[in-house]
């Protein structure tokens, strides 16, 4: 059982490449987020995702795209890449967001954009 | 006013101390809370959960103010082991206002 996995663990981009984040947890999880985390703040919702084939938008959602295909992964896109999106991402899921639920985050993925 | 608060710190204190954080929320709507705790370059990992009052587990209690809207992190006896970045989190059951703190950073000295 390897919870939530990301892929890739590091990356360096050029403005303007695009690039996709990789987000797969195996615990049967309905809910999916992506978060960006930056110095000194908090963790930012960027999109999230309450079932397969289904999106939302987050707290700051410009600059990114989403797709869940598949019920397991969860992809975040850059199609354009900017230096303010250099950051530390963050996916989590969960099982539902009750109030007695938590969420199990992945190991991150930074990102730097040049 | 931010939706969480939470001071920055560093604290930074002996090994065996008790030490406290403070975390002030602006949704009243929330309806449990969670205290996580991030290591250095790490995945931030649930160390506690407060539905009601307050919580204990070990050497950790959480306690809860609803009239005044904050909620504290209390640690006994700090080991080294606890030195990381703690963060509260409110959590209305929605997914849009599971809000995270900015944490507040622990430092425990030998």
């Known amino acids: 059982n390897a919870g939530v996995t990301q892929t890739p663990k590091f990356r360096v981009l050029k403005t303007g490449q695009s690039m996709t984040l990789l987000c797969a947890q195996d615990?049967?999880?309905?809910?999916m987020y992506w978060y960006r985390q930056d110095p000194g703040m908090g963790l930012r919702l960027i999109h999230y995702?309450?079932?397969?084939?289904?999106?939302a938008k987050g707290e700051v959602p410009d600059g990114y795209n989403v797709s869940r295909l598949k019920k397991q992964n969860f992809l975040l896109g850059l199609e354009s890449a900017a230096p303010s999106q250099t950051s530390v991402y963050f996916c989590?899921?969960?099982?539902?967001?009750?109030?007695?639920?938590?969420?199990?985050f992945g190991p991150g993925t930074r990102l730097l954009v040049l | 006013r931010k939706e969480v608060e939470q001071d920055p710190g560093p604290f930074n204190v002996p090994e065996g101390a008790t030490v406290a954080f403070n975390c002030t929320y602006s949704?009243?709507?929330?309806?449990?809370f969670f205290w996580y705790r991030q290591d250095c370059r790490k995945e931030p990992k649930l160390l506690m959960s407060?539905?009601?009052s307050g919580n204990e587990d070990g050497r950790f209690t959480a306690q809860l103010n609803r009239a005044s809207q904050y909620i504290s992190l209390l640690i006994r006896d700090s080991k080294l082991s606890d030195s990381a970045t703690y963060l509260c989190?409110?959590?209305?059951?929605?997914?849009?206002?599971?809000?995270f703190g900015s944490g507040t950073q622990l430092t425990v000295l030998p």
């Open positions: 949704n009243s709507a929330s309806q449990s």
């Open positions: 989190v409110p959590n209305s059951g929605s997914a849009r206002q599971l809000t």
């Open positions: 615990m049967n999880h309905e809910y």
């Open positions: 989590a899921s969960s099982s539902f967001l009750g109030a007695e639920e938590t969420q199990y």
């Open positions: 407060v539905y009601s």
């Open positions: 995702s309450v079932g397969e084939g289904t999106t």
